[in-house]
């Protein structure tokens, strides 16, 4: 509810525009909020076809936002016409199918022509809802936000999970969508009132290779540390049949070439050559696929490659594991394999490293934050098998040494990327921009105190902040904001 010298703005009687309330009858205390995942669905299966880190983002972060006090409606594309349309988290905490195009999987490549179809629908829901601040995800979302920020006056605030900048320079033909998504990504960057990345490398990439223009905060992901956390690794290992005396080598992840599974798989395959016995090595490969599908392509090729190597009996390809037996695999493991060509963030490291596990990753992108080379893991440089052969080697070799960096991954997890910590964060953003949105729009000499989210489990000192200032305009208003 929004007062204004102790009269509700509900009445209609102040002129301040009716964005910054809810309009829920059901739940009038809590402000309303939007987060916008196109293809990214925050209900989906995780860890199969273009199902990954952005779906667990969104999912996370707008159910610890609603235990925060928001009220968090989060919008995707119905991408499957048995899929409910809408999927209700918890009281204050929905994700909302709307339908843009056929409700059939459609690769990212050709969903941009469906988005049109995807902002009228989300209008539907504007207008009935009032959303007064817009958190979209990928470029796609972020030209749906911009679109809607022609006709509303909402804070857009806007996080990459992927740059096509990164990505164009990667692979050997841009596809014909590349021109738009740079163009997007260059104005969302500039005219969002804020850019979450996930780490301050993504910070620096989007000033590098997008643009010195528009706000960047750096708000890191986080992990569900009540869920991934070290558990005795021998009970791990019986409960997924693994031998006491494996040496257990894992990966986590979509199958995508730019993951990198071959630099892993080449590097398992020369540690198996330079062994003296190799019986022990074990590689366990977990993610989803589908034989039709790119993501069944690559599974192909790398199940051959692991033929290839000789290694079919030391691999076992696990399939789709979802977040309720995972902690048992990153357990189990010896050491968690993250051979990625590219990685905005990398929920797999800080998810293993929360398990206490040793990370041996890429020295790309958000890895270079999540892991700290030779404290929690080791960083090598991608796509250089001889490079993780080596290090997984130490990681194995040195049972003391390990031990170390397992006590070390669990703590930089917990100190530093809970979603609980993460979500804080977020809120304390999103105040500080509705906050500032109120007070660049007022004209009045009101006091205005926002006096939502109610908050009974917030307990980040950030995210209780009162702002209070005064606007240096003519007609000033003292603005409080109290949670
Ligand atoms: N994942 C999963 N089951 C699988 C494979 C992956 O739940 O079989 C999850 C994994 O736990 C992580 C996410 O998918 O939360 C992958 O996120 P990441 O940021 O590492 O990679 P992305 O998919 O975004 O490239």
């Known amino acids: 509810m929004v007062f204004v010298n102790g009269k509700s703005l509900n009445d209609g009687s102040t002129g301040l525009r009716s964005t910054f309330f809810t309009s829920r009858s059901n739940t009038p205390s809590r402000q309303a909020i939007a987060l916008i995942s196109d293809h990214g669905d925050p209900a989906a299966e995780i860890g199969k076809e273009e199902a990954g880190g952005q779906n667990v983002y969104v999912r996370q972060v707008g159910e610890a936002l609603s235990k925060l006090g928001w ?8 991408a499957n016409a048995d899929d409910p349309t809408i999927v209700q988290h918890n009281p204050y905490c929905r994700t909302i199918r709307l339908s843009a195009g056929p409700e059939e999987f459609i690769p990212r490549d050709r969903l941009f022509e469906y988005m049109p179809q995807f902002v009228e629908e989300f209008q539907k829901y504007q207008a009935k809802h009032h ?16 679109e809607v920020q022609k006709t509303h006056n909402v804070q857009l605030i806007n996080t990459y999970h992927s740059l096509g900048a990164v990505k164009y320079e990667a692979v050997p033909d841009r596809p014909a969508i590349a021109d738009t998504r740079l163009a997007v990504e260059k104005a969302i960057l500039e005219q969002a009132h804020c850019t ?22 750096v708000i890191p992901c986080g992990t569900d540390v009540s869920r991934f956390h070290a558990i005795p690794k021998a009970d791990a290992r019986i409960q997924l049949g693994l031998n006491p005396t494996d040496e257990v080598m894992l990966y986590v992840g979509r199958f995508d070439p730019r993951k990198g599974i071959e630099t892993f798989v080449r590097a398992a395959g020369s540690i198996k050559q330079n062994a003296v016995d190799a019986s022990n090595l074990r590689l366990v490969i977990v993610g989803g696929s589908d034989p039709t599908k790119s993501d069944g392509q690559e599974r ?19 399939g789709r594991v979802g977040h309720d037996l995972l902690p048992l695999y990153y357990t189990a493991a010896d050491v968690c394999v993250i051979p990625s060509h590219y990685e905005p963030f990398g929920l797999v490291a800080i998810e293993a490293m929360a398990c206490g596990t040793p990370v041996v ?33 130490r990681i194995l070799t040195d049972e003391l040494w390990a031990r170390k960096l397992r006590k070390r991954a669990c703590e930089r997890v917990q100190q530093n990327f809970s979603w609980t910590g993460v979500a804080a964060q977020l809120s304390d953003l999103y ?6 949105s109120i007070m660049s729009d007022s004209s009045s000499s009101n006091q205005l105190v926002i006096s939502a989210p109610p908050n009974p489990d917030e307990t980040a000192a950030s995210s209780r902040k009162t702002i209070s200032t005064t606007a240096t305009t003519a007609s000033s208003k003292s603005l409080t904001k109290v949670s």
Not at 305 to 312: D, I, M, S, T
């Open 361 to 393: 990753a890429s020295n790309v992108g958000g890895l270079k934050f999540s892991v700290v080379s030779e404290e929690t893991g080791l960083l090598v440089p991608p796509q250089n098998e001889v490079a993780f052969a080596t290090a997984i080697e």
């Open 431 to 436: 105040r500080r921009m509705l906050a500032q």
């Open 300 to 318: 192909q090729r790398i199940e051959q490659l692991v033929n290839q190597l000789g290694l079919a009996d030391h691999t076992t390809f696990a």
């Open 131 to 146: 959303y007064p601040l817009i958190h979209t995800n990928y470029w796609m979302s972020a030209w749906v936000g911009l």
């Open 71 to 78: 009220q968090v409606d989060m919008f995707t594309r119905k």
């Open 196 to 217: 979450v990345a996930t780490s301050p490398q993504e910070a620096e990439m989007l000033r590098s290779l997008v643009s010195s223009l528009g706000h960047i905060e």
